[in-house]
């Protein structure tokens, strides 16, 4: 092979295929004067080809919504939105009538109004930054004359590898499944979006990168590897032999991993672990609901908000909650009240923030915008009709706000009520325990909510002070630190205590190794990937809650993540016993 890039393994499989480079990026405009007589005709041009952008933009939106479901598909609202405005077309039209050329006018204000978005602080601009840039390159193309092809239009049975930057949302939702078969990026870490995204389709996936697109044309054929993170450029044919025969192992593990799904999750001294489902997509409810899972742990609500231009209304996300409730039957369907904020953009009409993910977001925005947050309450008390619903409050740190949105929960029944419409007013209230002040009070909430749930992702980020989302920092993104399990040790502690139930739902739980150790440390409930399901209780069915303890004691006492890694290890192979199967076929173990 030419060479090997290697990132982050964020998604698990192997898969080969022709690279699609895709390079989104604004075109070089020459520097054009016009004669004044010229002016109408460049004027006409302009409004000709936001026009002919516009028709483009709703046939993708058209065939996101195919893909991807109406909901997704309206994130394209806010890019129509902006080449609708007047005021920037008047302002695109002035500075043609100073003589520049049409391309070289729009050029000029869309530079100005992407720079004064660039000024406010990242990353909570970059969604709507995205869209700036997005109908820059749109408009530019059509009047330049440039091909007209859309960022990933490729042909359906391409069997192609998206090798890109990074995957904005408005990639996302245009993605083909029956075309692209996996993913690779410059950006991105295990706990970022876009590698929650991949799991949850079952693309395999390469994230943190840095460089790739930089140093490939987008004539190459390559393996993505997403189990070890390897993107391996114009492989051999013996290469390529060599790891279609692995991935052939894998897809021989994940059919007799299968046969777990429907087994309990009871350990070998007796101990039943519950396990759910964590939920991304409504579209994905039916799948996960078959994966095994007792329920749904988390229910992610943000693909209703983020990158949008307007707000969901309540039927809106009524149908969105009801129909994962549906799929689960009964079972219990944890959804978590709107996680927006830090890297992920609500519809817009918001602040920036100079530090997002320490600012106003999660239950914080929704406390002060009673009125946005009744209308989710709203819509979660009509879900309730439909099954088991329980609420979960994100990034709670006092006491007070549990009270605040106890107390619009019940006006939110109130209105219901008077409406005459059907809802389910006995709904759980919990909380997602991730932020150290929260885990240091756990003991403080027990007496006022139904559960707890611990979110790892941000639990980890916070007490390590590493933003989770940086590919410079992904190997100091240790959740196996001691400082996190002890943390963790006191959610549970606390937990039991209060006989309250107590589940974790980050990223955390899906891995063998974690989840030994999260066992170890008192947690008998884990959310993880739907995939992840039936790999999670075979672990649990090869264990003993004595040796998951004495493992946890081991890795707390530790002085160092990498020494509480090591011995966890250990242990965890040593519990294994004779299964040559976890021992050899499972990633994270050997």
């Known amino acids: 092979m030419d060479r090997v890039f290697v990132g982050v393994p964020a998604s698990p499989g192997i898969v080969v295929g022709p690279v699609h480079l895709l390079r989104w990026e604004v075109p070089d405009v020459r520097h054009r004067i016009i004669a004044d007589d010229v002016i109408p005709v460049e004027i006409a041009r ?14 993708v939106r058209a065939r996101a919504e195919q893909h991807a479901g109406p909901d997704e598909a309206a994130i394209f609202d806010a890019q129509l939105l902006i080449m609708d405005d007047t005021t920037l077309i008047a302002e695109v039209e002035s500075n043609i009538r100073q003589n520049y050329a049409a391309e070289k006018a729009f050029d000029l204000v869309m530079l100005e109004h992407r720079q004064h978005f660039a000024r406010h602080a990242q990353p909570l601009m970059r969604e709507r930054a995205g869209d700036l840039t997005d109908v820059h390159i749109r408009v530019l193309s059509v009047l330049l004359g440039l091909p007209d092809h859309d960022p990933v239009d490729v042909p359906k049975g391409s069997h192609a590898i998206l090798v ?3 995957l904005t949302p408005s990639l996302t939702v245009q993605l083909d499944r029956e075309a692209i078969v996996g993913i690779a990026t410059d950006s991105g870490t295990q706990t970022s979006h876009v590698a929650i995204l991949a799991r949850s389709l079952g693309l395999p996936a390469v994230l943190g990168l840095r460089d790739a697109t930089s140093q490939m044309d987008g004539t190459e054929r390559v393996v993505l590897d997403g189990t070890a993170g390897v993107l391996a450029i114009n492989p051999t044919d013996d290469e390529v032999k060599d790891y279609r025969r692995r991935a052939r192992r894998e897809a021989e593990v994940e059919a007799e991993l299968q046969q777990f799904a429907t087994l309990e999750p009871v350990t070998q001294d007796g101990t039943r672990i519950t396990l759910y489902a964590n939920v991304d997509l409504p579209e994905e409810a039916e799948a996960a609901a078959r994966s095994g899972a007792e329920g749904v742990g988390l229910m992610r609500t943000e693909f209703l908000v983020v990158g949008r231009a307007t707000m969901p209304d309540e039927d809106e996300q009524y149908r969105a909650y009801a129909r994962v409730v549906d799929a689960f039957k009964g079972r219990p369907v944890i959804i978590r009240t709107f996680d927006v904020g830090g890297d992920k953009m609500p519809a817009s009409g918001y602040p920036l923030e100079a530090n997002p993910f320490l600012g106003w977001r999660a239950i914080r925005m929704c406390l002060d915008d009673p009125t946005m947050f009744k209308v989710q309450l709203r819509a979660l008390l009509r879900a309730g009709v439909h099954g088991d619903v329980r609420i979960m409050l994100p990034l709670v740190v006092t006491l007070d706000e549990v009270r605040q949105a106890r107390t619009l929960l019940l006006e939110a029944a109130d209105e219901l009520a008077a409406r005459h419409v059907s809802f389910r007013s006995d709904l759980p209230l ?13 003991d403080s909430f027990g007496p006022e909510v139904s559960f707890f749930s611990i979110g790892t992702n941000d639990l980890v980020q916070y007490t390590l002070a590493v933003d989770r989302g940086n590919a410079n920092l992904a190997s100091r993104f240790t959740p196996l630190h001691p400082a996190v399990l002890r943390l963790i040790q006191r959610i549970s502690d606390a937990a039991a205590a209060a006989g309250q139930e107590l589940s974790v739902c980050g990223e955390m739980a899906s891995q063998p190794l974690m989840a030994f150790a999260l066992i170890g440390l008192g947690l008998r409930g884990l959310s993880v990937a739907p995939r992840a399901v039936a790999l999670v209780k075979r672990v649990v069915r090869s264990v003993t809650i004595e040796a998951a303890v004495q493992a946890a004691r081991e890795a707390l006492a530790a002085p160092t993540a990498a020494v509480a890694e090591q011995g966890l290890r250990r242990r965890f ?9 976890l021992r050899g076929g499972l990633p994270g173990i050997a």
């Open 430 to 442: 919990g909380v997602m325990i991730e932020t150290p002040a929260a885990a240091v009070m756990a």
């Open 573 to 581: 192979v040593a519990a294994l016993g004779d299964d040559p199967f």
């Open 164 to 166: 890109t930057h990074d």
């Open 46 to 59: 302009l409004h000709e080809a936001v026009t002919r952008a516009k028709e483009r933009l709703r046939q």
